[in-house]
């Protein structure tokens, strides 16, 4: 599915990459919403299962992070939560990122305080947000995002994906390639 990008000057637009991103001020600073489906892999534990398919810029304060589960594993653990990380981290690494989504988020602020299961006795659009989290006020870092197993997936058998909605205001994303 190619990228699209809804905007006040432009409307709909079609672009080359993936996602959606919705923006009063396409490629400029404004709010911004990015919109992704993710295929899980089968991973270690605390690896990356899935990458976001864009950075924000520093001086983002990212305001709603939300992760759904779109499809189930065939096997029955798989389990994930969302990272915020200043580098790109690649699927299958080591996960170095900070989890503002998930059952380790500091201070238990995600509801529900769980990490998102997509096992395969797990339910079907389950879903869990940043919750009481306060706003994350980036300064000077970019701001990469992945999907980081939270118990050994590496047998996990099945296509599970995961809907990524992202919010923020600042600059616009920037695609990966």
Same mark, same amino acid.
């Not at 690649?90 to 988020?105: F, K, L, Q």
């Not at 869990?128 to 701001?143: C, E, F, K, P, W």
């Given at each position: 599915?190619?990228?699209?990008?809804? +905007?006040?000057?432009?409307?709909?637009?079609?672009?080359? %990459?993936? /996602?959606?991103?919705? +923006?009063?001020?396409?490629?400029?600073? /404004?709010?911004?919403?990015? @919109?992704?489906?993710?295929?899980?892999?089968?991973?270690?534990?605390?690896?990356?299962?899935?990458?976001?398919?864009?950075?924000?810029?520093?001086?983002?304060?990212?305001?709603?992070?939300?992760?759904?589960?779109?499809?189930?594993?065939?096997?029955?653990?798989?389990?994930?939560?969302?990272?915020?990380?200043?580098?790109?981290?690649?699927?299958?690494?080591?996960?170095? %990122?900070?989890?503002?989504?998930?059952?380790?988020?500091?201070?238990?602020?995600?509801?529900?305080?769980?990490?998102?299961?997509? /096992?395969?006795?797990?339910?079907?659009?389950?879903?869990?947000?940043?919750?009481?989290?306060?706003?994350?006020?980036?300064?000077?870092?970019?701001?990469?995002?992945?999907?980081?197993?939270?118990?050994?997936?590496?047998?996990?058998?099945?296509?599970?994906?995961?809907?990524?909605?992202?919010?923020?205001?600042?600059?616009?994303?920037?695609?990966? @390639?």
């Amino acid at each position: 599915m190619p990228k699209v990008q809804l +905007s006040n000057s432009k409307g709909l637009v079609q672009l080359s %990459g993936k /996602g959606f991103e919705h +923006s009063d001020t396409a490629g400029e600073v /404004g709010f911004h919403r990015w @919109v992704e489906e993710l295929s899980i892999s089968a991973v270690a534990d605390n690896d990356v299962a899935a990458r976001v398919g864009m950075y924000i810029p520093a001086q983002a304060r990212i305001t709603n992070a939300h992760i759904i589960g779109t499809e189930l594993a065939t096997s029955a653990d798989a389990s994930v939560a969302l990272e915020i990380h200043t580098a790109d981290v690649a699927v299958d690494a080591a996960s170095a %990122g900070t989890e503002i989504v998930g059952a380790d988020e500091a201070g238990n602020k995600s509801l529900p305080d769980s990490d998102l299961n997509l /096992g395969s006795g797990d339910v079907l659009n389950d879903n869990i947000n940043m919750g009481t989290l306060a706003a994350i006020d980036r300064g000077t870092s970019v701001s990469y995002f992945q999907l980081a197993a939270k118990e050994d997936i590496s047998a996990m058998t099945g296509t599970p994906k995961v809907v990524v909605i992202i919010e923020w205001f600042g600059p616009a994303a920037v695609a990966l @390639v």
